[in-house]
C-alpha cells in the first residue's frame, strides 16, 4: 500500500532514521498513550484522540487509518534513528495493530449487527405476514361467528314460534277436550235419562203384563164355566134319551162324545197348567161353579184392546231398540274421535319431546311439563270415561236382556191368548137342544 501512495507504514518508519522528536512527536505520542485505554466512546465508537474511528468502516478503512498513522509518523525532517522514538514507533505500531484488530473486530460486530437487523427485519415481516393472516383468519372467524350467531337466532326464532304454535295448539286441544268433556257430560245425562224412561217403560210393561195376566186368568175362567155348562148339557142329554127305544145306542154315542169332550177338556187343562191357571177338572162340579162364578166375564172386544195394547208396547219397544242403537252409534263416533284426539296428543307430545331435546329451553320444559300434567288429567278423565261406558254397557246390556225377556214372555202370553181365542171360537158355542 506504502508503494503506492507513499503512506509510510510502521516497517518503514522503523526503518528511517529521524532526527530527534522531542519537541514534534511529543504532544501526538503523549495524546496517543493517553487515548490508547480511552479509544471506546459512549457509543460504542473507536477514538484515536481527537479522530472519531467509526468513520473508518467500509471498504476504505484500513487505508484511512493508515493514512492518519502515517500522518502521525511523519515529522519535520528526517533524523537519525533515537532509542526513544524507537520506542515510541514500536509503541505506534503495537497501538496500530490493536487499532486494526479493534477495527476488525467493528467490523464483525457490525456485519453481525447486520446480521442480527436482517434477522430482526425478516422476523418482523413474518412476524406481520403472520399478523395479517392472523387478522384475516380472525375476520373470516368473525364473519362465520357471525353468520352462526345468525343461523342461532333464526333458529331460535323458529323454535319460537313453533313453541307459540305448539302453545296455540295445545290451548285448542285442551278447550276441544273440554268441549267434549261438556258433550259427555250432557251425553252421560241424556243415557241416564233414556235410562230412567226405560226404567218406566219397564215398569208399564209389567203392569201391562200383570193386567194381561189378569185377563187371562178372566178367559181361563170363562174357558173353565164354558166348560161345566158343556158338561151339564151332556148330562141333560144324556138323562133325556136314557128311556126311549133306541137308548143303548144313544148312550154309547153320548158316552163317545163325552169321552171326547173329556179329552178335550184335559187337553185345555193341560195347557192352562202351563200357562200357570189351577186345574178345576177333578173338583166336584159345584166347586168348579161357584170358583167360576166369582170370576167376571171378559168381552172379546177387551181381548182385543189387549192384543192392542200389546201391539203398541211391541212398537214402544222397536223404538226404544232403534234409539239404543242410535245411542251406542254415536257412542263409537265419540269414541273414534276421542282416539284421533289422544293420537293427535300423543303426536304433539312427540314434537315437544323432539323440540325439548334440540333447544333444552325452560319454556319447553314447562310446556313439557304441562303437557305430562295434560296426559295425566287426560288419562284420568279417559279412566273415569271409561268405567263411566262399561256401567252403560252392562246397564245397557241389562236392560237389553229384561227388554228380551219381556218380549218373550210377551210373546208366549199372545200366543196363549190365541190359543185361548181359538178355543173360546171353535168350542164356546153349542147348539141348542130342541124341546
Do not use: Y
Amino acid at each position: 500500500m506504502s508503494s503506492r501512495d507513499g503512506t509510510p507504514t510502521p516497517t518503514t518508519i522503523r526503518q528511517v532514521v529521524r532526527a530527534p522528536m522531542a519537541p514534534v512527536w511529543g504532544p501526538e505520542v503523549l495524546a496517543l498513550k493517553a487515548n490508547r485505554h480511552s479509544c471506546e466512546s459512549t457509543d460504542g465508537s473507536f477514538v484515536v484522540g481527537t479522530e472519531d474511528l467509526s468513520s473508518f468502516e467500509g471498504e476504505e478503512s484500513d487505508e484511512k487509518l493508515l493514512a492518519l498513522l502515517g500522518d502521525l509518523a511523519l515529522g519535520a525532517e528526517e533524523v537519525e534513528e533515537d532509542p526513544a522514538a524507537r520506542v515510541l514507533l514500536d509503541e505506534c505500531g503495537a497501538l496500530w495493530e490493536e487499532v486494526h484488530m479493534e477495527a476488525e473486530a467493528q467490523r464483525e460486530m457490525q456485519c453481525r449487527l447486520r446480521r442480527e437487523l436482517q434477522h430482526l427485519q425478516d422476523r418482523s415481516h413474518w412476524q406481520h405476514a403472520e399478523s395479517g393472516a392472523f387478522l384475516q383468519r380472525l375476520s373470516v372467524a368473525r364473519e362465520a361467528l357471525a353468520d352462526k350467531i345468525r343461523e342461532a337466532s333464526d333458529e331460535n326464532e323458529a323454535l319460537r314460534q313453533r313453541l307459540r304454535r305448539h302453545h296455540t295448539e295445545e290451548e285448542r286441544l285442551r278447550c276441544g277436550l273440554a268441549e267434549d268433556l261438556r258433550c259427555l257430560d250432557a251425553r252421560a245425562a241424556e243415557l241416564r235419562a233414556a235410562i230412567f224412561e226405560t226404567g218406566q217403560s219397564q215398569a208399564e210393561l209389567v203392569e201391562r203384563l200383570r193386567a194381561v195376566t189378569n185377563t187371562q186368568a178372566h178367559l181361563q175362567a170363562e174357558l173353565q164355566q164354558e166348560r161345566v155348562k158343556t158338561w151339564r148339557q151332556s148330562t141333560d142329554v144324556v138323562m133325556a134319551f136314557a128311556g126311549g127305544k133306541d137308548g143303548g145306542r144313544e148312550l154309547e154315542r153320548e158316552e163317545a162324545e163325552r169321552l171326547l169332550l173329556e179329552s178335550q177338556l184335559t187337553e185345555v187343562a193341560s195347557r192352562a197348567a202351563a200357562a200357570g191357571i189351577p186345574r178345576l177338572c177333578d173338583e166336584e162340579p159345584e166347586v168348579a161353579e161357584a170358583v167360576l162364578a166369582a170370576a167376571d166375564t171378559v168381552p172379546f172386544s177387551t181381548l182385543q184392546g189387549q192384543l192392542d195394547s200389546f201391539e203398541e208396547l211391541r212398537g214402544a219397544l222397536e223404538a226404544l231398540e232403534g234409539s239404543c242403537a242410535l245411542s251406542t252409534a254415536q257412542q263409537k263416533e265419540e269414541e273414534e274421535k276421542l282416539g284421533a284426539e289422544q293420537l293427535e296428543l300423543s303426536r304433539l307430545a312427540e314434537e315437544m319431546a323432539t323440540a325439548e331435546a334440540a333447544a333444552q329451553g325452560p319454556e319447553l320444559d314447562q310446556a313439557s311439563s304441562l303437557v305430562s300434567v295434560l296426559c295425566g288429567e287426560l288419562q284420568s278423565e279417559q279412566a273415569v270415561l271409561r268405567q263411566e261406558r262399561e256401567a252403560a254397557a252392562r246397564r245397557r246390556e241389562l236392560f237389553r236382556s229384561q227388554v228380551e225377556q219381556k218380549r218373550r214372555e210377551l210373546a208366549r202370553l199372545q200366543d196363549l191368548n190365541d190359543k185361548l181365542v181359538e178355543d173360546l171360537n171353535s168350542k164356546g158355542c153349542f147348539k141348542q137342544r130342541k124341546p
